[in-house]
Every structure is written in C-alpha cells, then in structure tokens.
C-alpha cells in the first residue's frame, strides 16, 4: 500500500461518514442508502457492512479502491485451523502418542500429520 494513502485515510475520515453538508439527511438513512448503492456493483460490501462499523467499512473500501481482493473458500479457513492446531499441539509436545493423539482426532494418518507439522513449520518457523 502507498504511504500517502494511509495520510489520506485521515483526511478521509474527517469528511466521511457523513458529509456535512447532508444535514438534512438522517445519518442512518445516508448509511443505508451508501451500502445500497454501492452494492449494486460490489456485491460483497453488505455483508462487510453487517460485519464492521459503517466508518471502518469506509476506511476497507478506501485502502482497497480499484483493487481486487479475494478472501479464501471455508475450506481453507478450516484446514488452515485445523494445520495450526497441529503445528501448535506438536510446538508444545512432539512425541508419537501427541501425533497418534492428532491422527484421531482428524481423521488422518500419523505420516499426514507429521506432513502437515513440516509444511506449517517451514512457514512459521523461519
């Protein structure tokens, strides 16, 4: 990200969420109408808006404008818990009953976990 986007992230939030000159316009409404309309070309900003704070999703939105963001598939969320867990689990106790401990309780074979460990490990550990 550009330095001066980060100064401008200040700026920015002195004038949004609500311009001042909208005084006649309820700031929930404002709010609302915002998320609806821009919505309508980026279909994942009602749910961030659900998520977040109307001036942080202002402040998401700003940093990435004109940038395409992807976010991985639940899958990948799960496995990559389920490799930490691993990674954590062998970290603090890395001796066969812990593996055989881990096998069982994924579903999985020692030798996967124990790849899982060596992959997580390469990543996090140098």
Do not use: C, W
Not at 29 to 41: C, P, Q
Not at 50 to 66: A, C, H, M, Q, R
Not at 81 to 101: A, C, G
């Amino acid at each position: 990200m550009e330095e001066n986007k980060l100064e401008e992230i200040e700026f920015i939030t002195t004038i949004l969420p609500f311009p001042k000159d909208l005084y006649k316009v309820d700031k929930e409404e404002y709010k609302k109408a915002f998320i609806e309309y821009v919505a309508t070309k980026h279909n994942v900003i009602p749910e961030l808006a659900n998520i977040v704070d109307f001036e942080t999703l202002l402040k998401i939105l700003y940093i990435f404008s004109g940038q395409t963001v992807s976010f991985p598939k639940q899958n990948s969320i799960s496995l990559g818990i389920r490799d930490l867990d691993i990674y954590f689990s062998l970290k603090r106790k890395n001796d066969s009953v812990e593996i055989n401990r881990l096998a069982i309780k994924y579903n999985a074979t020692t030798s996967s976990i124990s790849q899982i460990n060596t992959k997580v490990s390469k990543i996090l550990d140098d």
